[in-house]
């Protein structure tokens, strides 16, 4: 078992709602737990799908619909997950689908997850805040309604904390003044309206948790990375999401990408912004491990959800060595840095919540970069060099693509 837990269902099989289950973690989460002997409720809306054709961009790993997959791990594995298209900001479905399958914990991906979208404009910005913030509190509501001893898993960011000039705690510090002493929620600096709309749900659920005596988990998480899972490599059918355009891929993903295709590695401004990193599989360890111990009942419990800390260039420098070694010529490329942050900072963030339960962190080496740029060599012809430079500039307030695609109303459904 990769994750590095012993126990496959912490001695009781659970029903586990996944939200945003179509994404680059809800579905593997829901193969990790339906793998593990857990009742598991699959829900989406397809969102994420239509703003990659808003935006003409694309999976470079292809995957099926909702639909095929959970059919095919059913055909692989012969275990069944149930699955719903719905919205959540949408009330009567979700409490429906809350009373249908009464779950024992609600996972929670489903957002708007990406910093450039929301500062695309005003229209992205409204959307991020609205979506994020009105579906949670939906969640909220069914869980104090229908399901009030379930526990809330809630996806966060470490991008709430931004870079303060002293350690970053796990959502909480000790502070001293006049002589009085407090642990209060530990100060927040979001550098997008995405991480504000993470800020206001984290005191939404705060909130709900001290009056309703409701149970959550805040995962703080840092940058994820990687494609393979225990299940996911088990057939092509499985795969889940990669993305490495200048809206939806993340640092790493853009370097190995090209790297694979020859093009120098673009790092924004110096390069000296420094970020939290985990594995996917250790993503899934975590979640898991948040699951099987339960916050109490009125507890807003909060850990930071990332293995080790890197720089952007540290990560550039990484992946060109690599890419040397495997015959791939490239470079590191310093851009302008679309984005309005510090890029030399100090950064400390502790992350031992999750150690201290038992995780067995799988830490970023040559070996790891390798596997990935190998594996996704397999999908070079997919690969849209055009879409890999950013266009979204935070200074902005209106900002386009070069050749603008057809618009797409957020939130429509495409199957």
């Not at 990935?372 to 200074?395: D, T």
Request: proline share 5%; hydrophobic share 35%; glycine share 8%.
């Amino acid at each position: 078992m990769t994750t590095g837990l012993q126990s496959s269902t912490g001695g009781r099989k659970r029903r586990v709602m996944i939200l945003g289950a179509d994404g680059y973690l809800g579905w593997p989460t829901g193969l990790h737990f339906c793998a593990r002997g857990h009742d598991v409720m699959l829900i989406d809306n397809y969102a994420r799908r239509a703003w990659d054709l808003e935006f003409s961009t694309d999976t470079l790993v292809p995957i099926l619909t909702l639909e095929e997959r959970v059919a095919a791990w059913h055909e692989i594995s012969g275990r069944i997950m149930n699955f719903a298209v719905g919205d959540i900001c949408d009330y009567h479905f979700l409490y429906e689908a809350f009373k249908d399958f009464k779950p024992d914990v609600i996972i929670h991906y489903g957002e708007q997850r990406c910093a450039p979208f929301s500062m695309v404009d005003r229209e992205h910005a409204v959307m991020t805040q609205i979506n994020n913030v009105q579906g949670t509190l939906n969640i909220l509501y069914a869980m104090k309604d229908l399901t009030p001893h379930a526990h809330l898993v809630k996806l966060g960011t470490m991008g709430e904390y931004g870079t303060p000039n002293i350690d970053i705690e796990e959502g909480y510090i000790e502070i001293t003044h006049k002589g009085r002493t407090d642990v209060l929620p530990y100060p927040k600096q979001p550098g997008s309206f995405y991480h504000l709309s993470k800020v206001h749900d984290s005191h939404n659920i705060m909130f709900c948790c001290r009056i309703w005596g409701l149970r959550a988990t805040d995962l703080n998480q840092g940058v994820v990375y990687g494609l393979a899972t225990e299940e996911t490599v088990r057939d092509p059918a499985l795969a889940t999401r990669f993305d490495y355009d200048g809206i939806w891929g993340t640092c790493l993903n853009r370097y190995c990408v090209q790297a694979l295709i020859g093009h120098p590695l673009t790092v924004y401004g110096r390069g000296g912004q420094t970020r939290g990193f985990l594995n996917i599989r250790d993503t899934l360890a975590c979640v898991e491990l948040a699951v099987l111990n339960p916050a109490d009942p009125g507890e807003f419990r909060v850990f930071n959800q990332f293995t080790e800390q890197f720089s952007v260039l540290q990560l550039a420098q990484m992946v060109n060595e690599v890419a040397g070694k495997m015959g791939l010529k490239t470079g590191i490329q310093n851009l302008e840095n679309p984005r309005i942050e510090s890029e030399d900072h100090y950064y400390n963030a502790k992350h031992t919540s999750l150690i201290d339960l038992g995780l067995r962190p799988h830490l970023l080496s040559s070996e790891t970069l390798e596997n990935m740029i190998s594996f996704i060599s397999n999908y070079k012809e997919r690969v849209c060099p055009e879409k890999i430079l950013p266009w979204v500039k935070w200074g902005e307030t209106r900002n386009r693509p070069a050749a603008a695609p057809h618009r797409i109303q957020p939130g429509s459904r495409v199957v």
